[in-house]
């Protein structure tokens, strides 16, 4: 029996609207319980594949009588266990691609207008909760924090009939794998990365520093690099046209950067409270913050879009509430969630060590993205 699919697209649509969404994720306990789809108005049952095989008749009481998402973790189990709710009289879909394609959905908000004609753009992937930017002006862009998926970043280029000429991450990424690089590669680019953060990376690349800005297309818009460690020991954030601060992984609109992504917890905690607590105090209070990733679906605007005023997370971020630099100390190493998935594997391949296939890139990626502090 046929059954209607269901795109990641429409997933996040859908999500992001609140609208009412069932789902009946057929994966494994461990699984579910490490990662699902999330909202306001999002439902879960968790039942495993191998449970239904014998029929689903036992779980139709637990089904609502509208709608049911079935998600899988690539999407084959999902369709057949769609088909039997189908067969036993209901409205069921399945998730085009699974949970991988949930990961890998990425869509562009329109953040704002920049001076003399130019744009600044968010790309939103959803499921993993990665934020990436697009900076374009007149003709040119620069792309910081970029996803792997990179044909999505060419792509939106060439529709806005502009060349990008910088790619620039904030940090070498541990929870995802970077496609700055090799977007720089694809046109010709720059690829802009922090030396401290470069140690052992395998390539040559342009050493983002403090004091040399980077100028995009004819009317010149700047992005500004500030020094801002704490996550990483190269951790850089961005002030863009004096109005937007793009803070990487050092903060979030609900917690603050973890520092100990490179096993050095003790040793980076002290540089994270003071990008936080000395460094951005300096800075204006009606900057927009954009950070790298967001943590909890609360932290999307009705838009799809995650930003804030500085001055306000320094009035309700939890993480900059804490007067007492000891007690900075034990809450954030006291609060590290577990290590994200394969992030070794991943830094490895953000520094060009490994360079995995497709299959195990996306492999490497699945699961929540775990940069904050709880």
Excluded at 30 to 44: C, H, L, M, P, R
Excluded at 223 to 238: A, D, K, L, N, V
Aim: charged letters at 25%; glycine letters at 8%; a negative charge.
């Amino acid at each position: 029996m046929s059954v209607q699919a269901m795109t990641a697209a429409e997933m996040a649509k859908k999500v992001i609207q609140k609208e009412n969404v069932f789902i009946l994720d057929v994966r494994n306990e461990e699984a579910f319980a490490d990662w699902k789809i999330e909202g306001d108005n999002v439902v879960s049952l968790n039942i495993p594949y191998f449970d239904l095989l014998d029929g689903v008749e036992e779980i139709i009481d637990q089904l609502p009588s509208n709608e049911v998402v079935v998600v899988c973790a690539k999407e084959q189990s999902s369709i057949m266990i769609a088909e039997m709710l189908a067969e036993a009289g209901k409205k069921a879909r399945y998730l085009v691609g699974g949970m991988g394609a949930w990961s890998e959905h990425l869509a562009p908000v329109k953040i704002g207008d920049l001076n003399g004609g130019g744009e600044l753009y968010q790309f939103v992937r959803i499921g993993k909760g990665c934020l990436s930017y697009m900076v374009v002006s007149n003709g040119g862009a620069a792309v910081i924090d970029a996803t792997r998926m990179t044909d999505v970043f060419l792509d939106f280029a060439k529709d806005l009939n502009v060349t990008i000429t910088n790619a620039i991450d904030s940090h070498l990424h541990a929870d995802h794998i970077s496609g700055g690089r090799a977007i720089a590669e694809a046109v010709g680019g720059n690829y802009w990365l922090p030396p401290k953060d470069a140690g052992q990376v395998t390539f040559s690349y342009e050493a983002l520093v403090e004091n040399t800005d980077i100028t995009i297309g004819n009317t010149k818009i700047t992005i500004q690099p500030i020094y801002s460690p704490g996550h990483t020991i190269g951790s850089t954030s961005f002030v863009i046209d004096e109005k937007y601060l793009l803070t990487g992984d050092i903060l979030f609109i609900d917690s603050i950067g973890r520092p100990d992504l490179a096993g050095l917890a003790e040793d980076w905690v002290g540089d994270l409270r003071e990008t936080l607590y000395n460094r951005y105090t300096k800075l204006a209070d009606d900057l927009i913050v954009l950070p790298a990733h967001f943590m909890i679906m609360e932290e999307l605007n009705d838009d799809g879009s995650v930003q804030e005023k500085l001055g306000t997370l320094f009035k309700e971020n939890h993480g900059l509430q804490i007067e007492d630099e000891a007690e900075f100390r034990q809450i954030v190493t006291g609060n590290l969630p577990p290590q994200p998935n394969a992030y070794e594997d991943i830094r490895k391949t953000n520094m060009g060590m490994i360079t995995p296939d497709e299959a195990t890139q996306r492999e490497m990626e699945i699961g929540p993205n775990r940069c904050a502090i709880r």
